[in-house]
């Protein structure tokens, strides 16, 4: 089973989350960008759903942390997030997201996305 690292400080979306993939993938979860660099070196998840807004360390550094990792690069990061501003994806790809899902969560592109990064 694949493995998804959830870096989410409001409990009622890693909880939408974990009733959404928990039948389906091996779900970690982090609360601040922080612990998820921590949890991604520590666990190799096959990918990283990010939040932007993050306490401790905001998700644009936390990406760029796991980004800079030789054994952590290689990681699809989807950025999962409540910016959806104009020019708010740019800044999450330029930061290392390789994909960009805004909130609320649409289910469906969720999952299309899920399929396209883990096969």
């Not at 306490?55 to 796991?66: E, K, L, N, S, W």
Request: glycine share 6%; aromatic share 4%; charged share 25%.
């Amino acid at each position: 089973m694949k493995t998804i690292l959830i870096v989410e400080d409001v409990d009622l979306n890693v909880e939408l989350l974990t009733q959404l993939l928990e039948d389906d993938y091996t779900l970690i979860t982090a609360e601040n960008g922080a612990l998820g660099v921590a949890q991604a070196t520590a666990a190799h998840p096959d990918l990283i759903l990010m939040d932007i807004s993050l306490p401790v360390m905001d998700g644009y550094t936390a990406t760029r942390q796991i980004k800079a990792d030789p054994h952590l690069r290689h990681i699809p990061i989807i950025a999962l997030t409540a910016h959806a501003m104009a020019g708010d994806e740019e800044k999450a790809r330029a930061a290392g997201c390789d994909d960009y899902l805004t909130k609320p969560i649409n289910e469906d592109l969720l999952f299309t996305k899920l399929a396209h990064w883990l096969g």
